[in-house]
């Protein structure tokens, strides 16, 4: 068995080899280093190395929700704008942190990221324990799993 896991994981490093080096330079370009967070939607924010400690100091107000994913990743990208736009509804009560594993691979090293998307949600800087999302399964299972986070204080 270990060695079937070996190959998954050899085959998973290949194909994201593989998508690093034939996406245009553009799409996988780093936030610039004069801006610490930066907005893409309402209440949402690309997360990297650089302004991750601000967005655990948010965590100490409101719920976070940092969502790890990646651009050549086809559920990534359905979820995408759909938490865009819970975020926005919710109001300011969540704020959405979007983690390009490509790009911030230290922080999915931190999180033991292994499936994506992953949703992990974060308050008081701590992982709220057995409450990550793996895949995404559609608007109202995450709005769902989002009241039941909230719901947790």
Known sequence: MSLLKNWLRAGVAVVALLASTLLPAAAQAAPTAGSNIRVS????V???????QQVMEVSKTKLVVLDFGASWCPPCRQLK???E???????????VGMVDV?????LSSRYRIQYLPTLVPVRNTAELPGSRMIGF????????????????G
């Not at 490509?102 to 230290?106: L, P, T």
């Open 81 to 83: 704008p759909v938490i």
């Open 137 to 152: 399964k559609g608007e109202s299972a995450l709005r769902t799993w989002i009241d039941a986070q909230l719901a947790k």
């Open 41 to 44: 939607a309402e209440n949402v």
């Open 102 to 106: 490509d790009v911030s691979r230290d």
């Open 85 to 95: 736009k819970l975020a926005a509804e919710y109001n300011g009560r969540i704020l």
């Open 46 to 52: 690309a997360v990297t190395s650089a302004n991750y």
